[in-house]
C-alpha cells in the first residue's frame, strides 16, 4: 500500500510540476517592460513604423479620443501615415511611469508621455495619460494587448 500511495504522489507531484507556471521575477518584468517603453520611445523618434509597431500584441485594442476601437493595423497604419509626412516633426519623450503591476503574464502600467511636434515655425507640447495592460507573449516578449489613453488637450499641429 505504501509502494502505490509513494507512487502515486510521485506522479501528481510529476504532472503538478509539468503544468505549474514557473515563478516570475516582478524586478526582471518590470525591467523589461521599461526596456520595450525605451525601444518604443527610439524607433518612434526615428521614424521606424515597423519599430513602433513591435510593442504592440497582434490582438491589440485601444481607446482614446477619436479612436474608440484602434487594433494594431490601424495603429501600424497611422505611424506610416505620420512618419511619411515632411511638414511634421513629432518626439516624444521616455514616459514617465507613474506604476507597474505585474501579476505572472500580465502587467498593467500608468504612465504619461510627454509629445512635441514642431512644423512650419510651430511648436506644441502636450501630455498624455495612459493605462497599459501588458501580456507575455509566446517568445517572452512583453506587449501592449489593450490600452486607454487620454490628452488634457490635443496637439494643436495634429488636429
Not at 501528481?12 to 520611445?41: L, S, Y
Not at 516624444?92 to 506604476?99: A, C, F
Not at 502587467?107 to 501630455?127: F, H, M, S
Amino acid at each position: 500500500m505504501s509502494q502505490r500511495w509513494l507512487a502515486l504522489v510521485v506522479a501528481v507531484a510529476t504532472v503538478v510540476g509539468m503544468t505549474a507556471p514557473a515563478f516570475a521575477d516582478p524586478a526582471a518584468d518590470r525591467a523589461a517592460i521599461i526596456q520595450r517603453f525605451e525601444r518604443w520611445t527610439e524607433a518612434f523618434n526615428a521614424k521606424d513604423a515597423r519599430g513602433s509597431c513591435d510593442l504592440f500584441a497582434p490582438d491589440l485594442l485601444y481607446s482614446f479620443p477619436g479612436m474608440l476601437r484602434g487594433t494594431r493595423e490601424t495603429m501600424c497604419t497611422n505611424f506610416e501615415k505620420l512618419f511619411a509626412r515632411t511638414d511634421l516633426q513629432a518626439r516624444y519623450e521616455k514616459p514617465d511611469i507613474h506604476e507597474i503591476i505585474v501579476a505572472g503574464d500580465v502587467a498593467i502600467v500608468r504612465l504619461t508621455w510627454t509629445l512635441t511636434t514642431e512644423a512650419n515655425g510651430a511648436k506644441d507640447t502636450t501630455t498624455e495619460e495612459g493605462m497599459d495592460f501588458f501580456r507575455r507573449q509566446p517568445d517572452g516578449r512583453w506587449s501592449i494587448a489593450r490600452y486607454i489613453a487620454f490628452a488634457p488637450r490635443p496637439n494643436k499641429l495634429l488636429e
